[in-house]
């Protein structure tokens, strides 16, 4: 959600970091309904005045023993009047309420400007791909070899983009996420939360996925929505809130099933699990202060790198672009981690600053320590994609005879070092 004030004030600059996003002009727009609006509240003020007037006269008269007919006539017209005016500004507000929650986060001045993927930059890369004395398969072609990743099954009982995974495969999924929870709990201080998987329109306007987002999530016959990530819920936790300054940051991760109903996939990565409508993640958010958020993105990016280094799965760090970021997204880095079987980077995580965009559309707050209260900033970020983590040790980790090396850092939660062979 963005701040009036700023686009009052700053009209050029709002409209050049919108077109860094794609989008047409909008500050003539939105400042006309803006004066619509105000001029609205104004009449409406005048017209609450006289009322206070009238009814003093009315008073004055009714105790004069004096004729209150024609004031009584007067009070009605500017009741009516009133009364127009109140639902006027209520159009008024929901237009320009509207317009202003359809409209992306303004890009960080370090985001890079760019159309699309093609204009995200490289930061860094951790590991040397291994290189394979044979040609290396990918993941569903290990899966079922192995017989432990069924997709045929998970088509009878749900249809395309759904996975089964057996034995071995679901117990190291498992020990992936509990590894991750591990990490990000006991080395980066985040507090583990078990939130609800169903949440209400509130909450996922909160982070940004309603209005425009909800044909890609899954909407129940009860009004509740299943999350397409948990940070809807960590986020959410501080909606309404004034919380004080000693609580920030506020850190906290979650490992959940997530439901997207993929609407703008289709034909992409339709073999295998890299993109299915329910997946696994382990999520991380930040609620901090303007002054603290830039850090705790460095953070952040740096708690999921730790998965993969500790893993040693080969990976890149990429700054996105202004046309690739996600709606609520003021600065965002992917982390791609290196698939053997298509021979490229995948995104495995997407750690975000959203400043105090989702603050403002939540309303979560903070009271600093000289007393003034301000919006917190927020940011999330995947600690990581599990069921992309599963995909990457199978691939990285496997062996020319189709089995699967369990790496060393897992082996205390599988139990086992190694699957097939």
């Known amino acids: 959600m963005h701040d009036i004030r700023f686009i009052r004030d700053n009209p050029e600059q709002f409209d050049e970091l919108l077109k860094h996003r794609g989008l047409s002009p909008m500050a003539d727009r939105i400042l006309q309904l803006d004066k619509q609006h105000r001029q609205i509240l104004t009449d409406l003020q005048t017209y609450q005045s006289q009322r206070n007037t009238i009814a003093k006269a009315f008073g004055d008269a009714k105790r004069n023993g004096e004729s209150t007919d024609s004031i009584a006539l007067e009070s009605e017209k500017i009741k009516q009047h009133i009364g127009i005016l109140e639902e006027t500004s209520r159009e008024e507000e929901h237009k320009l309420h509207d317009i202003l929650a359809s409209i992306p986060n303004l890009p960080a001045d370090d985001t890079p400007v760019g159309s699309d993927e093609h204009a995200n930059v490289e930061v860094s890369k951790w590991g040397t791909p291994k290189t394979f004395s044979f040609t290396p398969k990918q993941h569903y072609e290990l899966g079922e070899s192995l017989g432990l990743m069924d997709f045929e099954t998970a088509s009878k009982l749900s249809g395309a983009r759904f996975v089964l995974l057996k034995g071995a495969f679901s117990k190291l999924e498992r020990a992936l996420a509990q590894f991750m929870l591990d990490i990000h709990c006991n080395e980066f201080g985040y507090t583990e939360i078990t939130p609800p998987l169903l949440v209400n329109d509130a909450a996922m306007f909160g982070t940004g996925n309603l209005p425009k987002f909800g044909d890609d999530a899954f909407h129940t016959n009860h009004n509740h929505w299943l999350i397409p990530t948990s940070e809807v819920c960590l986020t959410n936790m501080v909606a309404q809130d004034i919380l004080p300054q000693q609580q920030l940051p506020m850190r906290v991760t979650a490992y959940t099933p997530c439901f997207r109903a993929e609407a703008g996939a289709a034909g992409r990565d339709t073999r295998g699990m890299i993109r299915n409508h329910q997946f696994t993640k382990v999520e991380l958010v930040s609620i901090t202060t303007p002054e603290q958020s830039n850090l705790e993105h460095e953070r952040m990016t740096s708690a999921a790198e730790s998965i993969l280094q500790k893993l040693n799965l080969p990976y890149r760090k ?96 599988t139990k086992f070092d190694r699957i097939g062979g």
């Open 318 to 413: 990429m700054l996105l672009c202004t046309g690739d970021m996600g709606f609520s997204a003021r600065k965002t880095y992917d982390l791609e981690v290196w698939l053997p079987g298509p021979q490229a980077y995948r995104e495995i995580s997407s750690c975000s600053n959203c400043g105090e965009f989702q603050a403002r559309r939540m309303n979560a707050r903070y009271r600093n320590e000289q007393g003034k209260v301000q919006f917190v900033h927020t940011l999330n970020g995947s600690g990581l994609a599990v069921g992309r983590t599963l995909i990457a040790v199978l691939e990285n980790y496997q062996e020319a005879n189709g089995s699967i090396t369990i790496p060393e850092a897992l082996r205390p939660y």
